[in-house]
């Protein structure tokens, strides 16, 4: 168990709907990653938050946003959805904003769209 | 953009035997080197990590090496074991202290036969 907790595991939808994925770091940590994998991508890192500001972007899209809150969980909200956002989203955690962190991952999130 | 190449994408080899993974970075800056396992299903779990102010790290039957120079880092399993069968990513992170995003490779698929 690496501390991290994710909700829900599992999240079955449909095209066009909307959906949160929550994330709460480990306790300390002040960084929350997010990441996406899929089968034909990979693991694709998605954005960086540090005590509550964003600090990193990778290859999100429009529809999805993301924000930290002051307790430090994160939420991912992912809108009109589409039948290639089914993956697992992985939200990650590290103490600070070092570039040579370990991140801890949690148990992710399996979105199924349909 | 920054890219981490990994090879083999799938690996097979017999109990007791030795396994060797190796990735190659794209952006001379990253400085910071995980390696994750990962079971089906389950979250990337970190298993060793190298820093590039060293060329070698040793835990136990697994072993990293970094080459800067050639900008490539390999994963070494010694005396393998069935419960070794798993995902094997490699990743690279070049963040300044802003950040820290890890830019990850395809993945090795690790089989261990009795």
């Known amino acids: 168990d690496s501390g991290v907790t994710q909700t829900p595991k599992h999240l079955i939808t449909a095209t066009g709907q909307r959906v949160t994925l929550r994330c709460s770091p480990r306790?300390?940590?002040?960084?929350v990653y997010w990441y996406q994998q899929s089968l034909d991508q990979g693991l694709q890192f998605l954005i960086q938050?540090?005590?509550?500001?964003?600090?990193a972007k990778g290859n999100i899209l429009e529809r999805f946003s993301a924000q930290q809150f002051p307790d430090l969980h994160s939420e991912l909200n992912l809108s009109s959805l589409e039948l290639g956002d089914s993956a697992l989203y992985f939200c990650?955690?590290?103490?600070?904003?070092?570039?040579?962190?370990?991140?801890?991952f949690g148990p992710g999130t399996r979105l199924l769209v349909l | 953009g920054e890219n981490v190449e990994q090879h083999p994408s799938t690996l097979s080899v017999q109990e007791g035997d030795s396994a060797v993974i190796k990735c190659t970075y794209s952006?001379?800056?990253?400085?910071?080197f995980p390696w994750y396992k990962q079971e089906l299903g389950k979250r990337p779990q970190l298993i060793i990590d190298i820093r590039s102010n060293v060329g070698e790290k040793k835990d136990q039957r697994i072993a990293v090496t970094l080459n800067k120079t050639a900008k490539h880092f390999s994963l070494h399993i010694t005396e393998t074991q069935p419960e070794d069968s798993a995902v094997y990513f490699c990743a690279s992170s070049s963040g300044p202290g802003g950040y820290n995003k890890l830019i990850f490779g395809a993945g090795t698929r690790l089989a261990v036969h009795p």
């Open positions: 306790s300390g940590d002040l960084s």
């Open positions: 938050y540090y005590n509550g500001e964003e600090r």
């Open positions: 990650a955690s590290s103490l600070g904003l070092g570039g040579r962190e370990t991140q801890y």
């Open positions: 952006d001379s800056a990253s400085n910071y």
